[in-house]
Structure formats: structure tokens, C-alpha cells
């Protein structure tokens, strides 16, 4: 390359800096750079396309235009015209696609020359070239050149063509720079406007310079009438006015702040002359050029504060009656206790009276009466159960229900909750099973306890199963625990009362409405039986086919008991 080529270029690439620095847009810059090019290079025309709006990975030409020779390139310039170059279609989506120049030595058989399909938009075009104009990484525009006749690559040009699209992507830069800055402002007052909160600011010198939408609505003022009013004396009550005067003073001089940077609650001024409760929370920046503003979002907290009132009030009345119910609680155990234990008394005189007559030491019976008798020990047992149950429940109210954990051989309490249940289970001709795994071994556990939580099991699926039934009790090993599973064929239980099953005098609506005998509180005894052993309790039933209880308690006993 000559000295004088080399100087040329250099010049372009002088004139390309200068038309950057002084065009506000790529548009702008567009035709200047696009003659400056032709003039340096000997190249016939240039063209500019731009990313569409709706789609920036699409380039569409533009009206910038410039031909040394007027209308000499007119079926191309139609040709472009409304054309959509996407990524990688044609030298312009393949020079937005790769960020890289891109040479056609003769568009005439170049097949990436998509105009070369349309006819007489080639006619009298020889070489072309697209540049990529990059900004932060992204490629903004496209500057395309044309010749009359073909001309090969010429590496120089492309390098020097590179750099004037790197002074042009500057101009795109502080575009983005200056849209960036002026959407940034717009959306922080658009999110301002929208905030719920007021937002008020001041200058240094006490002026309110900032208002938004909440803040006319808090302190009744409009923004036109607050923008330049002294803060002090719009919204700060005539009380507090001098120690904001002197706090603004201290921190301007000193630095310090007491209130900055905090959320505290006070009270602010209406316009309407009037004083009301707010939340405030205040920050400063400083300005080189207009030094420090304070900032403060206020958030007005009268009905908070009208509802705190009424809660304090209302938490009162509550505590009051919550210890009156603790006492009308305690005064209720007490009575379950002191009833049950006077009926335990009688009961088993009654018990033991009955044991008499039917063992024939005080006389042979009849049919009849050893009937009556049964009759009358079912109905005892059935009561000395209930006061049991209540006795369990009002000791676990008063906190004194404690287990006594000990190695017991769990195949042992097994069989022995199955014996307590199989006389009721022949009188209702339903089949009672026990399978235990192999060597079930012993875990630690309360047995009389664990025993009566399984009876009570048992016993549910005994009442909710039709004569002829099966219920059915396994125990295996899992791990370091052991499961049991009592599973019925019964009536099942609804989905909707699953969830309150182990809730104390909880009685499902089948058995309120067979009249099933009972209290409900076998479910809620034995679920606080195993918890008390660590364990857990579940249920699974479905309507019509039977439910299944699943308790799971650990073989050693865990470390929190």
C-alpha cells in the first residue's frame, strides 16, 4: 500500500473520530461517516441499517443513503427497501451476527447476497462490504458500501474500517448511556408515584424538592403547591420545628445524625392544621455540584395505631379470659379427678361383688340371671374403661402422665393386647389376627401402657366393623424402630374428620349417628401414649373399605426422654 493510501485512511479514520464525538446519535453520524468513507476509499455508495424496534435481532434498511453518482444504484436502493435482514441472512444479518466485517468481491455470485434474487437490484453493483457498528458487546447499526465494478478484499481497508466502527459504537454507547440515565429517572419517579408510601426530599437549605402521589394524599398538599415550600413549615409540627432547624444545622456542620438512617416513629403536620401519627425513615446523598438531600419515605400509621389500641384492649379482655379459663379449666380436672376417683371406688365393689355371683360362691344361677350378670359385668367394664380414660386424660392436663420405659419383650404385649379383645371380637363373629415378624425382640417401653394403646386400636376396629369382619394386627422391624399396623375392614373414615380423629371427645358421624358406644378418647390416649414413647401414629382409611393405623416408636428409648 502507497504512503499516500495509507495517509488517506488514516485521515477517514481522523474525520470518523471527530463526526463521533459530535453526533448525538448513530443516525446523525450516519450520512457524514458514510461520505467521509466513499470520499477516502473511491467506494460509489453507502447505506445504513438499524435494528427494526419491534426486534432487535432484525436489521432494516434505512433512508440514509449517499451515492457519488446520483440514482446510479436506484434497483438496489428499491430492492432494500422494506427488506427484514434477520441474524445471519444476507452480508448485513451475517455482519450483526458475528460482530465482523464481511466481504463480497462480486454480489453477482455471492448466494448470501439476498438481493441478487430480486430482479435488476444488482444491475450495475460490482463488490459490497457490510461493517457492524458494536456497542457494550451488541451490534447497533450496519454501514454497508458498494462499488460499480468487483473488487477484491483489501485487508488494510477492513482494518481501518473496524476502527471507524468502533468510534461509531461510542456515539451508540452514550445513547444507551443517556437512555439508561433518562429511563432510570422516569422509572424512579413512575415507581415513586406508584409507591403507597410518601415520599418527600429536601435540599440542604430546607426546601421540599421532591413529592409524590402518597404524600399529597397524606399531608393534603398537592405537588404544585409543596415543590419549594420550606419543609419545616409544611410538615413538621410547630412543636418539633426548632429541633429540626437544629438538627439539620448539627448534621450540615458536623456530620452527626440521630434520626438519619433510622425508621422511628412521630408525629408530622397536616395541612389542614392538625397533628397525626407517621413512620418515618430519612437517608442523605450528597451532590458535588448541589450538595446534600435528604430523602424520607413517611408512611402515615393512624389507623395502625387506632388498631394497636384496639388490640392492647382487646388483649386485655382476652388475658382476663383466658385465666378465668385456666381456672374454670383447672376447677374442671379437678372435678374429673375427684368424680372419677369416687367412682372407681363403688365400681370396684360392684366389679368384685359380680365376680362373686358368677363364680357360684354364693349360690348355683340360672340361665337367666347368669345372663343378666354378664350383662351387667359388660356395663361395668365399659364404665371402669371410661373412668380410666378420664383419669389418663386429666393427668395428662396436669402434666403428671409419665411412662415407666422398660425392656419389654414387644411379642409378649402383642399377644396380650389380642387376648384383652377376643372375647368382644367372637360375640361379633369377626376374625382377629396377630403376625409378628421373626425374633420381634424387646423394645423400651411402657408395657401396660403400649398394651392399652393397641387394645383401644383393636377396639376401634371392632365397633367400626361390621359383624363377620377381620381386623388384623402385624409388627415388623424397621431399622432401629419397629412398626405395628392395626388394620379393619370396616366403614372407613371420611377424609374430612381424618384430621380430628385424635382430638379428645372426638366422635366421627357414623358413630353418633349408629350410637356407637364410647367417649372418643381412646384414639386421643393412644396417640399421647405413643408419642410419649417417641413414636408416631398415623391413619389411612378409605369409605367403604376399612382403615388402617400405623404406629412407629423406636426399639432403645430416645435420647430427649
Not at 319 to 325: C, D, F, H, K
Not at 350 to 363: N, Y
Not at 446 to 471: H, K, M, S, W
Not at 547 to 557: D, G, S, V
Amino acid at each position: 500500500m502507497s504512503k499516500d493510501r495509507e495517509l488517506v485512511l488514516v485521515s477517514l479514520l481522523q474525520e470518523a473520530t471527530r463526526i463521533a464525538n459530535e453526533a448525538d446519535s448513530i443516525a446523525d453520524a450516519g450520512l457524514p461517516v458514510i461520505k467521509a468513507v466513499c470520499a477516502a476509499t473511491g467506494w460509489d455508495a453507502g447505506h445504513l441499517c438499524l435494528p427494526d424496534e419491534r426486534d432487535r435481532r432484525v436489521f432494516v434498511s434505512t433512508d440514509i443513503w449517499y451515492e457519488e453518482v446520483p440514482d446510479s444504484f436506484g434497483g438496489l436502493r428499491s430492492a432494500s427497501e422494506g427488506l427484514r435482514f434477520t441474524y445471519g441472512g444476507g452480508i448485513v444479518g451475517s455482519a450483526a451476527r458475528t460482530g465482523r466485517p464481511v466481504w463480497t468481491a462480486d454480489v453477482s455470485t455471492d448466494v448470501n447476497f439476498m438481493r441478487a434474487r430480486i430482479p435488476g437490484a444488482t444491475t450495475g453493483v460490482g463488490a459490497a462490504i457490510a461493517f457492524p457498528i458494536t456497542a457494550r458487546g451488541v451490534v447497533a447499526a450496519v454501514l454497508e458500501f458498494f462499488t460499480i465494478e468487483p473488487a477484491d478484499p483489501d485487508p488494510r481497508l477492513l482494518e481501518i474500517m473496524a476502527d471507524v466502527g468502533i468510534q461509531l459504537g461510542r456515539v451508540a454507547d452514550r445513547m444507551a448511556a443517556t437512555q439508561a440515565l433518562r429511563f432510570g429517572t422516569e422509572r424512579m419517579e413512575r415507581i415513586l408515584d406508584s409507591c403507597i408510601e410518601a415520599f418527600v426530599a429536601m435540599d440542604e437549605g430546607g426546601m421540599i424538592t421532591g413529592w409524590n402521589a402518597a404524600a399529597e394524599k397524606v399531608f393534603g398538599l398537592s405537588k404544585e403547591e409543596a415543590i419549594g415550600r420550606r419543609l419545616a413549615d409544611t410538615i413538621v409540627p410547630p412543636r418539633f420545628r426548632e429541633a429540626h432547624h437544629l438538627g439539620v444545622g448539627r448534621f450540615l456542620t458536623t456530620g452527626e445524625r440521630h434520626v438519619l438512617d433510622n425508621r422511628i416513629e412521630i408525629a408530622a403536620w397536616h395541612a389542614n392544621g392538625y397533628e397525626f401519627p407517621i413512620e418515618l425513615a430519612i437517608w442523605a446523598v450528597r451532590d458535588a455540584m448541589q450538595g446534600w438531600s435528604f430523602n424520607a419515605f413517611v408512611h402515615d400509621i393512624t389507623d395502625r395505631k387506632r388498631t394497636e389500641d384496639a388490640l392492647r384492649a382487646a388483649y386485655e379482655h382476652e388475658r382476663e379470659a383466658v385465666s378465668r379459663l385456666r381456672e374454670l379449666d383447672l376447677v374442671k380436672s379437678d372435678f374429673v379427678a375427684t368424680v372419677s376417683h369416687e367412682f372407681r371406688t363403688p365400681l370396684t365393689n360392684v366389679i368384685g361383688h359380680l365376680e362373686v355371683l358368677t363364680s357360684g360362691e354364693a349360690g348355683e344361677l340360672n340361665p337367666a340371671q347368669a345372663r343378666m350378670l354378664q350383662v351387667i359385668g359388660r356395663n361395668s367394664d365399659r364404665l371402669r374403661a371410661l373412668i380410666e380414660d378420664l383419669l389418663t386424660i386429666s393427668k395428662v392436663e396436669a402434666g403428671v402422665f409419665d411412662l415407666e420405659l422398660v425392656r419389654t419383650d414387644l411379642t409378649d404385649v402383642l399377644v396380650a393386647a389380642r387376648k384383652a379383645v377376643e372375647p368382644r371380637a367372637k360375640r361379633r363373629g369377626h376374625r382377629l389376627e396377630l403376625r409378628t415378624a421373626p425374633h420381634l425382640g424387646t423394645v423400651d417401653a411402657d408395657p401396660e401402657q403400649l398394651e392399652r394403646a393397641l387394645v383401644n386400636l383393636l377396639v376401634n376396629g371392632i365397633n367400626f366393623t361390621p359383624d363377620g369382619g377381620l381386623i388384623e394386627m402385624t409388627a415388623q422391624h424397621d431399622g432401629d424402630h419397629v412398626v405395628i399396623v392395626v388394620r379393619d375392614t370396616g366403614v372407613g373414615i371420611d377424609e374430612a374428620e381424618q384430621g380430628k380423629l385424635f382430638t379428645r371427645f372426638f366422635r366421627g358421624t357414623f358413630a353418633v349417628r349408629e350410637a356407637v358406644q364410647g367417649a372418643g378418647l381412646g384414639l386421643a390416649i393412644t396417640k399421647t401414649i405413643v408419642e410419649g414413647h417417641g413414636g408416631e401414629i398415623a391413619v389411612d382409611s378409605v369409605v367403604g373399605a376399612g382403615t388402617t393405623f400405623t404406629i412407629r416408636i423406636p426399639r432403645e428409648r430416645p435420647l430427649w426422654l
